[in-house]
């Protein structure tokens, strides 16, 4: 099993940027990592997955161009760099790992979830 734990959630204005960081309890060489959001009344939506050696990433087109996923093995870490936040960005933000090297961005086919971290997009 591996623990993760997310941070750096908070609140910032329309246009601002936050990293978000999901640190492990073991090793992350072989699992795929994604990144998932949800807000309030609506579903878990895949917002980016990376796989284990960073060489595939993926991102929902609603974020492309704006998010960077990128991870540290040897911090056990991975990180979603956010860019040009938007108010629908709002969301609670959840890291998760899946017994699969390559990543996805279907919640289902993840194992291990963090307690998420909350994103508030205001002025």
């Known amino acids: 099993q591996v623990q993760l734990v997310e941070s750096g959630g908070g609140l910032v204005q329309p246009g601002g940027s936050l990293r978000l960081s999901c640190a492990a309890s073991?090793?992350?060489?072989?699992?795929?990592i994604g990144w998932f959001r949800q807000a309030p009344g609506k579903e878990r939506e895949g917002v980016s997955c990376?796989?284990?050696?960073?060489?595939?990433?993926d991102y929902a087109d609603s974020v492309k161009d704006r998010f960077t996923i990128s991870r540290d093995n040897a911090k056990n870490t991975v990180y979603l760099q956010m860019n040009r936040l938007k108010p629908e960005d709002a969301a609670t933000y959840y890291c998760?790992?899946?017994?699969?090297?390559?990543?996805?961005?279907?919640?289902?086919?993840?194992?291990?979830w963090g307690q998420g971290t909350q994103v508030t997009v205001s002025s």
């Open positions: 998760a790992a899946q017994n699969s090297a390559f990543g996805s961005r279907f919640p289902t086919e993840y194992h291990y």
């Open positions: 073991k090793t992350l060489d072989y699992y795929g």
């Open positions: 990376i796989s284990h050696s960073g060489e595939n990433l």
